[in-house]
């Protein structure tokens, strides 16, 4: 089975209720994302953040995946697929994906303030700064913050060299290292871009861009890729 390596951003989830970071005059749910997404708003005011990612949670509860999101199951038959997301959402689990890294942490999950290993599903979808890990700190929300180092990069750049064909979906490629992923890819690996606006991609050779929100996008993938 050829290996199809699939990146999601933001965009793939925008269908499902959930907006995109810069879609939005730099602002995030009416956050600028230093207020709410650093660890130093974290050290100045745990309650917002913590508030923030409530909201995040509440919303993420009432989305469902979209057509998107099911159609990188379906690809599983005739694929070996793994998904590599820069989102914190669920969609991709709760449209059973098989293979899914998550550079930017999940919402689903919390973790100790204290040790980045103390790791829990989350069981509620609203937190307190009363809410403490088994070492007695607070829990915070497992997220990679900007500023903080992305853990689960060099498995995602072992996975990019394998790729026999690379899918990238709703994400500008404005952040990295997540952005620079597409530069450890085989040369001449084809490359699939879905998003309606231009991204931020170099010059490559094999650039199919096809130019579609993600539901529709991944309607014609499937299409190109069965043939
Ligand atoms: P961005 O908001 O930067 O980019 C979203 C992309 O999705 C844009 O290229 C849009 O054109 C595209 N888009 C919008 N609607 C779409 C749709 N219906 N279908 C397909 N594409 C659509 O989001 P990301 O690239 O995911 O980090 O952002 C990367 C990271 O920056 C995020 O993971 C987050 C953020 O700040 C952290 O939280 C650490």
């Keep these: 089975m050829k290996k199809l390596i699939i990146l999601t951003g933001a965009g793939i989830s925008a269908e499902s209720g959930i907006k ?12 600028n994302v230093m207020d709410v997404a650093t ?3 974290w050290e100045k005011n745990p309650q917002l953040v913590t508030d923030f990612y409530n909201e ?24 070996d697929v793994k998904i590599i997301t820069q989102n914190v959402d669920d969609l991709h689990e709760r449209a059973n994906s098989k293979n899914i890294y998550h550079l930017h942490g999940e919402l689903n999950k919390m973790r100790s303030s204290v040790d ?10 609203e937190y307190s ?19 903080e180092a992305v853990p689960m990069i060099d498995t ?11 899918v990238i979906i709703g994400t500008g490629l404005n952040v990295y290292p997540a952005a620079g992923l597409v530069n450890y890819i085989k040369d001449n690996t084809p490359i ?6 231009e991204v931020n991609i170099s010059n ?24």
């Design 156 to 166: 995602a750049i072992d996975i990019c060299k394998e790729a026999d064909i690379l």
């Design 129 to 147: 700064l009363e809410d403490k890990c088994e070492k007695g700190s607070v829990l915070r929300p497992h997220i990679v913050w900007f500023g």
């Design 116 to 125: 980045e290993n103390l790791i829990y599903k989350t069981t509620k979808l």
């Design 56 to 79: 995040r949670r509440i919303q993420l509860s009432k989305s469902k995946p979209n057509r998107a999101h099911l159609i990188l199951k379906e690809l599983e038959k005739k694929f």
């Design 192 to 197: 699939y871009i879905i998003d309606p606006a």
């Design 204 to 227: 490559m050779p094999n650039i199919t861009h096809i130019k579609n929100k993600a539901t529709i996008g991944c309607e014609k993938l499937m299409e190109i890729l069965n043939k």
């Design 20 to 31: 995109t970071f810069r879609d939005s005059d730099g602002l995030w749910e009416n956050h």
């Design 39 to 41: 660890p130093e708003a």
